[in-house]
T-cell receptor, first 113, second 116 residues
Framework: AQKVTQAQTEISVVEKEDVTLDCVYE???????LFWYKQPPSGELVFLIR??????QNEISGRYSWNFQKSTSSFNFTITASQVVDSAVYFC??????????FGQGTELSVKP | EAGVAQSPRYKIIEKRQSVAFWCNPI?????LYWYQQILGQGPKLLIQ????????DSQLPKDRFSAERLKGVDSTLKIQPAKLEDSAVYLC??????????????FGPGTRLTVL
């Protein structure tokens, strides 16, 4: 069975702090894909990143960075120097070859000025 | 490029009434998905279309939910009759058909349904 666990339900930080959102996944497949989405208060899920199981390189995009570690089945997301506009619910998701996109429960991030 | 469009954005109905949601995917996207997102949870797939054919509807409560995508473009999701537990946000997503697993899904703004 496939599963995505985001153990942090809510995180609150003050602007300019760094914050890491944890994601742990379970799958028996050797080929799979991991995603992060952002859901602001408007409700639309915004795609942030896709990573396949063969590519363990970390990725940085501006203030966002992702750390993929197959050994611990984790795909963590770090926001550096957080801003109020980063306040949203963030979802980690997993999809295997030909399978459904399975979402975690989400982490609600609140960035206070 | 226009994103995924959904309407209405909000709907309030009483239990046992019927409701329909509409989705127009990104132009050229062959695959269309409907998700249900209950408050505090991640989205759960209800049905997946590829062009106008159903690929996966294993989690669609078929006794009350139905969906169609007649011309392989826009889609309608219907609930008849609605129950209190159907209160949720209904999200539509689409993806191109290059490789099914790697295709990124792009989501619309959702329809927030409240059943009283």
């Amino acid at each position: 069975a496939q599963k995505v666990t985001q153990a942090q339900t809510e995180i609150s930080v003050v602007e300019k702090e760094d914050v890491t959102l944890d994601c742990v996944y379970e799958t028996r497949d050797t080929t799979y894909y991991l995603f992060w989405y952002k859901q602001p208060p408007s409700g639309e899920l915004v795609f942030l990143i896709r990573r396949n199981s063969f590519d363990e390189q970390n990725e940085i995009s501006g203030r966002y960075s992702w750390n993929f570690q197959k050994s611990t089945s984790s795909f963590n997301f770090t926001i550096t120097a957080s801003q109020v506009v980063d306040s949203a619910v963030y979802f980690c998701a997993l999809r295997s070859q030909g399978g459904k996109l399975i979402f975690g429960q989400g982490t609600e991030l609140s960035v206070k000025p | 490029e226009a994103g995924v469009a959904q309407s209405p954005r909000y709907k309030i109905i009483e239990k046992r009434q019927s409701v329909a949601f509409w989705c127009n995917p990104i132009s050229g996207h062959a695959t269309l998905y409907w998700y249900q997102q209950i408050l505090g949870q991640g989205p759960k797939l209800l049905i997946q279309f590829q062009n106008n054919g159903v690929v996966d509807d294993s989690q669609l409560p078929k006794d009350r939910f139905s969906a169609e995508r007649l011309k392989g473009v826009d889609s309608t999701l219907k609930i008849q009759p609605a129950k209190l537990e159907d209160s949720a946000v209904y999200l539509c997503a689409s993806s191109p058909l290059r490789q099914r697993s790697t295709d990124t899904q792009y989501f619309g703004p959702g329809t927030r349904l409240t059943v009283l």
